[in-house]
């Protein structure tokens, strides 16, 4: 297994190309199932998921193409896809493959949209809390489908069809937002999602649908209409910018200190976290290349966040912002209001000497002047990159374990930090 070796002490200066989203390349390539003619994506992050769901996709029976490089390109340029799904020749989504990564459960909606049937297996994921289904099979049943759990899977029927419907989500789902939203392009009339995720992701998400001919109004508000119709057909769209991996590098820039371009980074996208950063002593601008990061000098303060979904401060940075408070002056509270489990940094961060206090789902930091590099272990996505930042500060070496949960969603983080002066490597193993 790869590990990650740092050395401390280094401020961050340069340019860092921000990927396109993993959470809105995820669901566009599912909604290539919609269709028999091809989808062609830009802009897609070269990601261990990425692949994982391609694994999947073909399981389907989708053509997957990946265009070759053009002039001008290189290794940080995101890919170019084209995904195919003239004929679907298997409905079902086997335990081994979605147990590995919840989003491939997403695939239910746009499979029982086309196919009138399917057999899905209950995902696993990320170990941040227990993750249920119940919005995604509720929705589906308001579209009238017949919904079944057998032996681990679930089992989709709507042999004539999906028809719209009202679907009132009792709390705010990104994937069954994304699950309905797709099987409603394909139903009869009209379906109304209420208290739907609001994140840009889903707006990224419609658009595409919408250059695939669906009738799609309201995404990026909590009501989203769809009109259904009979068949989706081929588009091009780029995938938009990865606002988690540019949040994630400004709070690397804000812990290190230094002066850092984050290229294609969308700032409207990161306004909360953005705000926050300037509270606790950042220098963000936007400029045409993207958002600026410095920190000059002076420390990092104390700030309180709560996560909440979009345009609240999102969960998947939670734990960065933690990390960057860990050497802020004074006192931080940091809510988790998302996922009741997704703490699981703090012991590690209390390697390098942070002092975290954890209470429910509050997490109180008392800063620190120094941390200290130690060996520690990655133990989901967003944590593994909070133990990077740490290990960026902290005096000495630091060796993060079990990289391959960084792999899963940040695209060649070693190379595009150790371009700005990061001391950095990938130990093979
Ligand atoms: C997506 C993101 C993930 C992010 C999360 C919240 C992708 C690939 N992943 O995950 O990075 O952290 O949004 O912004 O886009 N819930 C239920 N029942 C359900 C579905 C969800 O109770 O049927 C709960 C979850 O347990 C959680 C909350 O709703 O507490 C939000 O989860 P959700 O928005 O669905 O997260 P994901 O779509 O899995």
Redesign the pocket.
Known sequence: MDKIRIVGGNALTGTIPISGA???A??LMIASLLTDETLTLENVPRLA?VNLLTRILVNHGVDYALNGKRAGEDLLTGQTVSLTARSITDTTAPYELVSKM??SF?VIGPLLARMGGCRVSLPG??A???????????GLADLGADIDVDAGYVVAKAPNGLKGGRVAFP????????TIMMAATLARGETVLENA?R?P?VVDLARCLTAMGARIEGAGTSTIRIEGVDRLRGARHRVVSDR?EAGTYAMAVAMTGGDVVLEGAEADLLAGPLDVLRQVGAEITETNRGIRVKRNGHGINAADVETQ??PGF???LQAQFMALMTRAKGTSRITET???NRFMHVQELARFGARIHLDGQVATVEGVERLTGAPVMATD??ASVSLVIAGLVAEGETIVNRVYHLDR?FERLEEKISRCGAQVERISG
């Open positions: 993993k959470n809105a995820l669901p998921d919840r989003a997403w994921g990320c941040i809390g227990t993750r249920p289904v119940d919005l995604f099979l509720s709390k705010v789902s990104v994937g069954a937002t994304h995720a994140e992701e988690i979904p979009f999102p969960t998947d998302i996922f009741e996505l967003r969603g």
